[in-house]
């Protein structure tokens, strides 16, 4: 067997969106799974593929989980129930998780955000995190970093290639 030809375990979710800036602007220290509180027609528009989280986040309101800002586009067979594209979309937490998210945010340059949004088992769900915004220098460093460790393999590659 060839050693790319390896399969890897297939993941049981099916991926929506990705916040792919969450992880350049945040440091993320903890990261929730929760279920989202959504009407059919969002539902079908997840299920098209149609989602974009880049300006969400979560806020907790009288000890619940609020998700706001998450785009999600109107479903374009809908009728005249069709659902807000911006609106605020419960979270469904544990009492304790929400506890402690509020504790946390509350400190000093926390937030929670949305990192994916995917189907699991059938059910539209949400990995959010608690994270630190980091500073500009920090975002510098980490691309530097990066591109290090890029030509690092690069160099490692062509090493092997040539012996």
């Not at 440091?27 to 997840?46: C, H, N, P, Q, W």
Request: charged share 35%.
């Amino acid at each position: 067997m060839a050693k790319n030809a390896r399969k890897k375990p297939e993941d049981p979710r099916k991926v929506v969106a990705n916040n792919k800036k969450a992880r350049h602007d945040y440091v993320i220290e903890d990261v929730f799974e929760a279920g989202i509180v959504l009407s059919g027609t969002e539902v079908k528009a997840l299920r098209m593929g149609r989602a974009s989280l880049v300006d969400g986040y979560v806020a907790i309101d009288r000890d619940e989980a609020w998700l706001e800002n998450v785009h999600i586009p109107e479903y374009f067979q809908g009728t005249w129930n069709n659902h807000t594209p911006r609106r605020k979309r419960k979270l469904l937490l544990h009492r304790e998780e929400i506890d402690r998210l509020g504790v946390k945010s509350r400190e000093k340059g926390h937030t929670i955000i949305p990192l994916r949004l995917y189907f699991l088992d059938g059910r539209a769900k949400v990995e959010i995190a608690l994270a630190r915004g980091k500073k500009e220098y920090d975002k510098r460093h980490a691309l530097r970093e990066q591109q290090d460790m890029r030509e690092a393999h690069r160099a490692i590659r062509h090493q092997e290639l040539l012996s």
